[in-house]
């Protein structure tokens, strides 16, 4: 296993996102909710492959794995900051191949199992 920088994980993971289409716009976004009653920091808000985004990031050693956990999470960030009409995205970075990164659009994305 390789152990890499935080820095070093950060640009190749960023590499790898930007040439599969990820236009950041703002990130470590803080809120309180008054009206949900619950407060968070949301990674970032973006455009993912052409559609306008709150994403979350993880590291995972292999195998890379989404949790369902993940949407909820996102789906707490996005009623927080109001912005629900955005696209919800959860990047899984390698952390022993940085530039690996997996994502998963959950606003698209179909469970095969029911």
């Given at each position: 296993m390789r152990?890499?920088?935080?820095?070093?994980?950060?640009?190749?993971?960023?590499?790898?996102l930007y040439k599969a289409g990820l236009e950041p716009e703002q990130s470590e976004i803080a809120f309180v909710s008054q009206r949900y009653g619950h407060a968070g920091t949301a990674d970032l808000l973006c455009k993912w492959q052409g559609r306008p985004a709150i994403a979350d990031f993880k590291t995972q050693e292999p195998p890379l794995n989404f949790y369902t956990e993940h949407p909820l999470q996102i789906a707490g960030y996005a009623t927080g900051l109001e912005v629900e009409h955005r696209d919800r995205v959860s990047f899984i970075i390698?952390?022993?191949?940085?530039?690996?990164?997996?994502?998963?659009?959950?606003?698209?994305?179909?469970?095969s199992k029911g």
């Amino acid at each position: 296993m390789r152990s890499y920088s935080f820095c070093r994980l950060a640009s190749e993971a960023l590499n790898a996102l930007y040439k599969a289409g990820l236009e950041p716009e703002q990130s470590e976004i803080a809120f309180v909710s008054q009206r949900y009653g619950h407060a968070g920091t949301a990674d970032l808000l973006c455009k993912w492959q052409g559609r306008p985004a709150i994403a979350d990031f993880k590291t995972q050693e292999p195998p890379l794995n989404f949790y369902t956990e993940h949407p909820l999470q996102i789906a707490g960030y996005a009623t927080g900051l109001e912005v629900e009409h955005r696209d919800r995205v959860s990047f899984i970075i390698d952390r022993d191949h940085p530039g690996v990164v997996e994502a998963r659009n959950w606003s698209t994305y179909r469970n095969s199992k029911g």
